[in-house]
């Protein structure tokens, strides 16, 4: 009707914009709708149908693949129940936001909390396993136990359910320990291994307010995923009214996960969805201007001098080896004039030693210019601070001591050109100076105070 208005051009991109726009509307009012009685709930967005035969191993902490969420999507689950006191608490909580959760059940639980576990379901959750026995270290058991771990976690949830109907096909490992064996048997059973995007760390000897905290840091690092949280811990009780405040006031969503069955196909995704962020959002793209650094610092880049350039058969060799002598063992024979047959010949090409040349800088002009202005500034400034009275001492000792250093790499470059052994003899003067006059500022500034 209203696009039937507008005729021509306009037309489709207005009812493409409208119809967005009544969409995002239509799904906060039914959150809204969906949680009578709770207008700031965070509410569950969407429900996904997953195919865990397409998609066996699910979890960023261990797997290239996670849930195809879109940006901001988060999906809670919830390990170890069912445990009265706090698994109701916590069901009692998600149904005030009326949030739609996975709860990984252990089998032993199960046996010990029926009820609990029906719980979990009549609130519309859903149910899975995670063991019978919870053990420790699953990854070394022998293979045949974890299979067995995980038929009876799988057997006593299912005769907890009572109503013929088996828990979703969502296997989590405790302690995520997995090994190769146990997931190509839950491949072979149709089981979906689920790991994580990131945990709350809710299981250790932390407090709730760090729960929340490493809950939405970690979230907020990797920007959508599956929270791992334990509804056996009153830690967890305490934090998670605050975390669906908190992902709700940041604009995150909750989506729930269910399974595909032959009355429930799977939602449309496609492979690159199945990625945390799929390849053209990969951050080694933005670390790519870091390259360039790592390339210019290698010396690969200097020449070889040649053997000319070294001064070994123009000199007293023999003078020098005696000199030497005491700290490097050299042959007691001079190698000279023998001197095609020098070992260091192949030691040299490896060395960095640089060629003369390289001390000739184009600029040398210009440097010592600016070596002679840097000079003039410190003598000036030195005349400053001999006026200057005590509040301004110290900050113009510290600008002198910054005139001081960049005046003396270009004097010693400058001379350099020249002559490579005079810069060493050259290069103290104008250093002495400089230091004399930082000192001579610093005493300045002392006697003042
Ligand atoms: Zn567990």
């Known amino acids: 009707m209203i696009a039937s ?24 009012a039914a959150s809204a709708a969906d949680c009578p009685g709770h207008p700031d709930a965070i509410g569950t967005s969407r429900t996904i149908v997953v195919d865990p035969r397409a998609h066996p191993m699910i979890g960023t902490m261990q797997y290239a ?3 195809p969420l879109a940006d901001r999507e988060v999906v809670l689950t919830f390990d170890d129940g069912p445990l009265p006191k706090y698994s109701n608490q916590i069901l009692d909580i998600l149904a005030a936001h009326c949030a739609k959760a996975t709860f990984f059940l252990i089998g032993r639980q199960a046996n010990g909390n029926p009820e609990g576990v029906r719980k979990v379901r009549d609130a519309g959750h859903t149910v899975a396993t995670h063991s019978q026995n919870h053990p420790t270290g699953m990854d070394r058991l022998p293979l045949d136990r974890s299979k067995q ?4 976690g799988i057997a ?64 907020e690092q990797k920007g959508k995923g599956i929270l791992l949280l334990h509804d056996i811990q009153p830690r967890t009780v305490a934090a998670l009214p605050r975390i669906l405040r908190e992902l709700k006031t940041r604009g995150y969503r909750i989506v729930h996960v269910v399974p595909a069955t032959p009355d429930r196909p799977a939602t449309p995704t496609e492979p690159q969805q199945w990625q945390l962020h799929p390849p053209s959002e990969m951050v080694a793209i933005s670390r790519w201007p870091k390259v360039p650094k790592f390339a210019s610092a290698g010396p ?4 070889v001098p040649a053997l000319s350039d070294l001064d070994w058969h123009t000199s007293d060799l023999g003078a020098r080896a005696s ?29 960095p030693v640089p060629a003369r040349s390289i001390f000739k800088i184009p600029e040398s002009a210009s440097m010592t210019l600016l070596a002679a202005s840097a000079r003039r500034a410190t003598s000036t400034a030195q005349a400053q601070a001999r006026v200057m009275d005590v509040s301004s001492a110290k900050p113009a000792g510290k600008s002198r001591h910054g005139h001081a250093a960049a005046a003396q790499p270009p004097a010693s470059a400058g001379q350099t050109a020249q002559a490579p052994q005079g810069a060493a003899g050259a290069a103290p003067k104008p250093a002495a100076q400089a230091k004399r006059n930082g000192r001579s500022v610093r005493v300045a500034g002392l006697k003042k105070r």
């Open 5 to 28: 208005v507008f005729g021509g051009l306009r037309r489709r991109p207005l009812t493409a914009s409208c119809v967005g726009l009544l969409a995002s509307v239509a799904a906060q």
């Open 65 to 67: 693949k996670t849930l």
């Open 149 to 152: 771990e995980i038929e009876q």
């Open 156 to 219: 006593s949830v299912t005769a907890a359910l009572g109503d013929g109907t088996a828990p979703a096909p969502f296997l989590r490992i405790p302690g995520l320990r997995v090994n190769n064996g146990i997931e190509e048997f839950a491949a072979s059973k149709g089981l979906q291994l689920w790991s994580a995007d990131f945990p709350a760390d809710d299981w250790r000897d932390v407090s709730a307010n760090r729960v929340y905290e490493l809950a939405m840091q970690r979230l």
């Open 300 to 303: 690969a880049a200097l020449p």
């Open 323 to 351: 000199r030497r002598g005491r700290g490097v063992p050299l042959p007691p024979v001079t190698l000279w004039p023998r001197q095609t047959t020098l070992p260091p010949a192949g030691t040299l090409a490896a060395l």
